[in-house]
C-alpha cells in the first residue's frame, strides 16, 4: 500500500497536475480561437528556460522565480499570435495548426541557439523527502507541484465564473457567433486566453524541469499527452481540461504498476503510449470529452 | 580533386533530395489533392525503412532478419507495409477532421517509434540495423556506387511522379479534389467520401515507406534517430508548402530547392567558429521555421500554384 502510494500515486498526480496546467491552455485555445495549439509545449520549454536565465542571476529557490518564466511565455505567446497567428486568422484553421508548427520549431531552436541542447538540472542535489504518519514518503516538489495546481483550479474557477472577462470567454468558446452579436470584445477574450494559457504553460514547464530536468525536447515530449487531456476534458472546458490531465497522469503512470501478479502491467518503456492510445481512441469514439466539450 | 568532391557533394545532395521529392511527393497525394492532415510522415517512413532493412539484411542475430532479398523486393515490401500500416491508421482516423487528424498521427508516429527503440528482437533498439545492401552494388565499387545509387532513386521519383500525375488528371483524382474542396457536395453526387480518403491516405503511406526503405540503403545503417520528426515530418511539410500543394512538380521542386538550402547552409555555418558551428543546426531550423511563416503568410499557393487540367469532353 504504501509503495503504491509513495512511487505511483503522488508521482502520478504530479504528472497529472503538469499535463492538467498545459491542458488548459490548450483547451482554451482551441476552444476560442479553434486550432490546436501545437507549439504550446515549446511553450512551456520556454518557460522552463526562462526560469533558468533568471536563477543565473539570482540563486533563489526556481520557484520564486516563475513570475518571470511567465512574463516570458506571455510575451512570447502574445508576440506570436499577433504577427504568425493572427495574419491566417481568416484562412482555414488548418494553416494556422501548420504555423503553430512552424512556431514549435522556431520556440525550441531559440532555447537550442541560447542555453544549448544539454540536460540542465534546476535544482542541485537530492531533498529528502517529507514522510507522514511514518510510512508515506513524499517529495516535497511533488506536494508544491499539487497544491499550486489545487489552487490554480479553485482559482480558474472563480475567474470564468465570476469575472466578466472569465465568463465572456466561456461564451465566445460555447457559441462564437453568439458571443459576437451580443458585443463581446473578441480581441480582449483572445489576448486573455493566451495570457493565461501561457502563464499556465510557464508553471507547468517549471514542474516538469524540476520533476526530471530541464531540456529542449521537455514541452513537446509532453505535448500529446496534454491533447489528450484537452480532449479527454472536452475542448473549451478549461475545468475539464484539468480533470483529464489528472486522468491521463494517472493513467499513464498506473499502467507500469503491478495490479495482476508481479510484472508491470504495461511496461514502463510504453507509458507515454499510453496516453497517445487514449487519445487516438478519444478521438474516434467520443471526441466531445467527458464533459461535452465543443466539437470542431 | 576540387571538381570531383563538388561533383560528388551534388550527387550526395542530389541522393537524399531524390528521397526527400518521394516523400513530398507522398504528402502531396495525402494533404495536396485529398486534403489529409498527415502529422506523422516520419511514423510510416520508418516502417518502410525498417521493413525494407530487414528484407533485404543478411542474417545477424542481433534483430529479427536474414532474409537476404534482392533490393527492389524489400522496397516493394516496404511499400506493402507502410501501406498496410495506412491502412489501419486510415480506418480509424480518416474520419477525423484536420486538427484531430494530426494529434491522431503525430500520436501514431510516435507509437511506432517507441516501437523502433523499444522491440530489440525486431530493430536491435537503438543501436540500429547495419550492413544493409545497396541495389546494383556488384555493378560498381567505392564511390561510383553513389551514381548508380542516384540513377536509381531518380528512376524511383519518375516512376511515382507519373503515377502521381496520372492519379491527378483521372477521374479518381477529381473526385478527390472535390471531396478536397467540398465535402458536403461531393458526397451529395454519391461520391463516397471516406473510401477515397483512405485509398488517398494509403497510397500516400506506400511512398512514404518507399522512401523510407530508399534511405536506409542509402545510408546501409539504420537506427531510430532516423525517424527524427523534425528532420522527416517538418520538412517535408515546409517543402510542399514551399513548392506548391496540389502540383506534383512543384512537390519536387518545392523538395529540392529546401533540400538545397538546408544542404547548402551546412556549408558556411560549419566555417563558423567552432562554439558557434555546434549550435548551427538549431540557426537551420529557426530558419526554417520562420520560413515556413513567410510562405503561409506571403507565398501561400507556392513556387509552382496547384493547375487544375482542363475538363475534355467526348466528341458526340
Redesign the interface.
Given at each position: 500500500m504504501s509503495e503504491f502510494v509513495n512511487f505511483y500515486l503522488f508521482p502520478a498526480l504530479t504528472i497529472g497536475s503538469i499535463y492538467a496546467l498545459g491542458a488548459v491552455g490548450i483547451s482554451m485555445i482551441?476552444g476560442i480561437l479553434r486550432?490546436?495549439h501545437?507549439a504550446h509545449g515549446d511553450l512551456m520549454t520556454l518557460g522552463t528556460y526562462g526560469i533558468l536565465a533568471a536563477a543565473a542571476l539570482l540563486p533563489v529557490n526556481p520557484l520564486l522565480l516563475v513570475p518571470f518564466a511567465m512574463a516570458l511565455t506571455i510575451f512570447a505567446a502574445l508576440f506570436v499570435d499577433r504577427f504568425?497567428y493572427r495574419?491566417?486568422r481568416d484562412?482555414?484553421?488548418?494553416?494556422t495548426?501548420?504555423?503553430s508548427?512552424?512556431?514549435?520549431?522556431?520556440f525550441?531552436?531559440?532555447v537550442?541557439?541560447i542555453w544549448?541542447?544539454e540536460n540542465q538540472v534546476l535544482v542541485a542535489g537530492v531533498r529528502p523527502p517529507l514522510v507522514l504518519f511514518d510510512t508515506f514518503r513524499v517529495s516535497i516538489l511533488h506536494l508544491q507541484a499539487i497544491l499550486t495546481t489545487a489552487v490554480i483550479a479553485v482559482l480558474l474557477h472563480y475567474f470564468l465564473t465570476a469575472t466578466r472577462t472569465g465568463r465572456s470567454m466561456r461564451a465566445v468558446a460555447d457559441d462564437p457567433e453568439l458571443a459576437e452579436v451580443s458585443g463581446l470584445d473578441t480581441a480582449k477574450v483572445v489576448r486573455w486566453t493566451w495570457i493565461i494559457g501561457a502563464a499556465l504553460a510557464a508553471i507547468a514547464g517549471a514542474f516538469a524541469a524540476l520533476n526530471t530536468s530541464a531540456h529542449p525536447n521537455l514541452g513537446w515530449n509532453l505535448l500529446?499527452p496534454m491533447?489528450a487531456a484537452a480532449?479527454l476534458g472536452g475542448i473549451g472546458k478549461p475545468m475539464g481540461a484539468m480533470a483529464g490531465g489528472f486522468i491521463i497522469g494517472m493513467a499513464e503512470e498506473l499502467s507500469s504498476y503491478h495490479w495482476i501478479g508481479d510484472g508491470a502491467l504495461i511496461?514502463p518503456?510504453?507509458k507515454?503510449?499510453v496516453a497517445?492510445?487514449i487519445?487516438?481512441g478519444l478521438?474516434?469514439f467520443r471526441?466531445q470529452g467527458l464533459f461535452k466539450g465543443r466539437l470542431? | 580533386m576540387e571538381l570531383t568532391g563538388l561533383f560528388f557533394y551534388v550527387v550526395s545532395l542530389l541522393i537524399l533530395g531524390g528521397i526527400y521529392a518521394l516523400l513530398c511527393l507522398a504528402l502531396n497525394i495525402q494533404w495536396g489533392m485529398g486534403g489529409l492532415f498527415n502529422a506523422g510522415i516520419a511514423g510510416f517512413y520508418g516502417v518502410g525503412a525498417y521493413t525494407s532493412a530487414i528484407l533485404t539484411t543478411a542474417a545477424s542475430g542481433r534483430h529479427l532478419g536474414g532474409f537476404s532479398m534482392p533490393v527492389p523486393i524489400g522496397l516493394v515490401g516496404a511499400a506493402i507495409v507502410a501501406g498496410v500500416a495506412g491502412w489501419a491508421v486510415a480506418r480509424i482516423c480518416v474520419r477525423l477532421k484536420s486538427d484531430y487528424l494530426a494529434m491522431a498521427s503525430i500520436g501514431i508516429a510516435e507509437i511506432l517509434r517507441l516501437v523502433f527503440v523499444n522491440e530489440s528482437w525486431l530493430t536491435n533498439g537503438s543501436l540500429g540495423v547495419s550492413r544493409i545492401p545497396r541495389p546494383f552494388a556488384d555493378l560498381t565499387s567505392g564511390r561510383m556506387g553513389d551514381v548508380v545509387f542516384l540513377g536509381f532513386v531518380w528512376l524511383v521519383v519518375l516512376l511515382v511522379f507519373l503515377a502521381s500525375s496520372r492519379l491527378y488528371d483521372s477521374p479518381w483524382g477529381r473526385s478527390l479534389r472535390a471531396i478536397r474542396d467540398n465535402e458536403a457536395s461531393a458526397s451529395a453526387v454519391g461520391k463516397n467520401v471516406e473510401k477515397f480518403r483512405i485509398q488517398t491516405f494509403v497510397i500516400g503511406c506506400a511512398v512514404m515507406g518507399i522512401a523510407g526503405g530508399l534511405s536506409a540503403h542509402y545510408f546501409r545503417f539504420l537506427s531510430p534517430t532516423a525517424t527524427d520528426p523534425l528532420l522527416v515530418t517538418f520538412l517535408v511539410w515546409v517543402m510542399l508548402m514551399a513548392g506548391g500543394s496540389g502540383n506534383n512538380k512543384g512537390a519536387i521542386v518545392g523538395a529540392l530547392s529546401i533540400w538545397t538550402i538546408w544542404s547548402v547552409t551546412e556549408i558556411f555555418t560549419n566555417r563558423l567558429p567552432p562554439e558557434w558551428a555546434t549550435r548551427s543546426s538549431f540557426i537551420r531550423m529557426l530558419l526554417v521555421g520562420l520560413l515556413l511563416q513567410v510562405v503561409l503568410q506571403r507565398f501561400r499557393a507556392g513556387l509552382i500554384p496547384e493547375k487544375s487540367p482542363p475538363v475534355k469532353f467526348r466528341k458526340e
Amino acid at each position: 500500500m504504501s509503495e503504491f502510494v509513495n512511487f505511483y500515486l503522488f508521482p502520478a498526480l504530479t504528472i497529472g497536475s503538469i499535463y492538467a496546467l498545459g491542458a488548459v491552455g490548450i483547451s482554451m485555445i482551441f476552444g476560442i480561437l479553434r486550432f490546436a495549439h501545437f507549439a504550446h509545449g515549446d511553450l512551456m520549454t520556454l518557460g522552463t528556460y526562462g526560469i533558468l536565465a533568471a536563477a543565473a542571476l539570482l540563486p533563489v529557490n526556481p520557484l520564486l522565480l516563475v513570475p518571470f518564466a511567465m512574463a516570458l511565455t506571455i510575451f512570447a505567446a502574445l508576440f506570436v499570435d499577433r504577427f504568425f497567428y493572427r495574419p491566417l486568422r481568416d484562412l482555414p484553421t488548418i494553416y494556422t495548426v501548420i504555423s503553430s508548427f512552424g512556431i514549435a520549431l522556431v520556440f525550441r531552436s531559440i532555447v537550442q541557439l541560447i542555453w544549448g541542447s544539454e540536460n540542465q538540472v534546476l535544482v542541485a542535489g537530492v531533498r529528502p523527502p517529507l514522510v507522514l504518519f511514518d510510512t508515506f514518503r513524499v517529495s516535497i516538489l511533488h506536494l508544491q507541484a499539487i497544491l499550486t495546481t489545487a489552487v490554480i483550479a479553485v482559482l480558474l474557477h472563480y475567474f470564468l465564473t465570476a469575472t466578466r472577462t472569465g465568463r465572456s470567454m466561456r461564451a465566445v468558446a460555447d457559441d462564437p457567433e453568439l458571443a459576437e452579436v451580443s458585443g463581446l470584445d473578441t480581441a480582449k477574450v483572445v489576448r486573455w486566453t493566451w495570457i493565461i494559457g501561457a502563464a499556465l504553460a510557464a508553471i507547468a514547464g517549471a514542474f516538469a524541469a524540476l520533476n526530471t530536468s530541464a531540456h529542449p525536447n521537455l514541452g513537446w515530449n509532453l505535448l500529446l499527452p496534454m491533447f489528450a487531456a484537452a480532449i479527454l476534458g472536452g475542448i473549451g472546458k478549461p475545468m475539464g481540461a484539468m480533470a483529464g490531465g489528472f486522468i491521463i497522469g494517472m493513467a499513464e503512470e498506473l499502467s507500469s504498476y503491478h495490479w495482476i501478479g508481479d510484472g508491470a502491467l504495461i511496461s514502463p518503456s510504453y507509458k507515454t503510449a499510453v496516453a497517445f492510445v487514449i487519445m487516438i481512441g478519444l478521438l474516434i469514439f467520443r471526441p466531445q470529452g467527458l464533459f461535452k466539450g465543443r466539437l470542431l | 580533386m576540387e571538381l570531383t568532391g563538388l561533383f560528388f557533394y551534388v550527387v550526395s545532395l542530389l541522393i537524399l533530395g531524390g528521397i526527400y521529392a518521394l516523400l513530398c511527393l507522398a504528402l502531396n497525394i495525402q494533404w495536396g489533392m485529398g486534403g489529409l492532415f498527415n502529422a506523422g510522415i516520419a511514423g510510416f517512413y520508418g516502417v518502410g525503412a525498417y521493413t525494407s532493412a530487414i528484407l533485404t539484411t543478411a542474417a545477424s542475430g542481433r534483430h529479427l532478419g536474414g532474409f537476404s532479398m534482392p533490393v527492389p523486393i524489400g522496397l516493394v515490401g516496404a511499400a506493402i507495409v507502410a501501406g498496410v500500416a495506412g491502412w489501419a491508421v486510415a480506418r480509424i482516423c480518416v474520419r477525423l477532421k484536420s486538427d484531430y487528424l494530426a494529434m491522431a498521427s503525430i500520436g501514431i508516429a510516435e507509437i511506432l517509434r517507441l516501437v523502433f527503440v523499444n522491440e530489440s528482437w525486431l530493430t536491435n533498439g537503438s543501436l540500429g540495423v547495419s550492413r544493409i545492401p545497396r541495389p546494383f552494388a556488384d555493378l560498381t565499387s567505392g564511390r561510383m556506387g553513389d551514381v548508380v545509387f542516384l540513377g536509381f532513386v531518380w528512376l524511383v521519383v519518375l516512376l511515382v511522379f507519373l503515377a502521381s500525375s496520372r492519379l491527378y488528371d483521372s477521374p479518381w483524382g477529381r473526385s478527390l479534389r472535390a471531396i478536397r474542396d467540398n465535402e458536403a457536395s461531393a458526397s451529395a453526387v454519391g461520391k463516397n467520401v471516406e473510401k477515397f480518403r483512405i485509398q488517398t491516405f494509403v497510397i500516400g503511406c506506400a511512398v512514404m515507406g518507399i522512401a523510407g526503405g530508399l534511405s536506409a540503403h542509402y545510408f546501409r545503417f539504420l537506427s531510430p534517430t532516423a525517424t527524427d520528426p523534425l528532420l522527416v515530418t517538418f520538412l517535408v511539410w515546409v517543402m510542399l508548402m514551399a513548392g506548391g500543394s496540389g502540383n506534383n512538380k512543384g512537390a519536387i521542386v518545392g523538395a529540392l530547392s529546401i533540400w538545397t538550402i538546408w544542404s547548402v547552409t551546412e556549408i558556411f555555418t560549419n566555417r563558423l567558429p567552432p562554439e558557434w558551428a555546434t549550435r548551427s543546426s538549431f540557426i537551420r531550423m529557426l530558419l526554417v521555421g520562420l520560413l515556413l511563416q513567410v510562405v503561409l503568410q506571403r507565398f501561400r499557393a507556392g513556387l509552382i500554384p496547384e493547375k487544375s487540367p482542363p475538363v475534355k469532353f467526348r466528341k458526340e
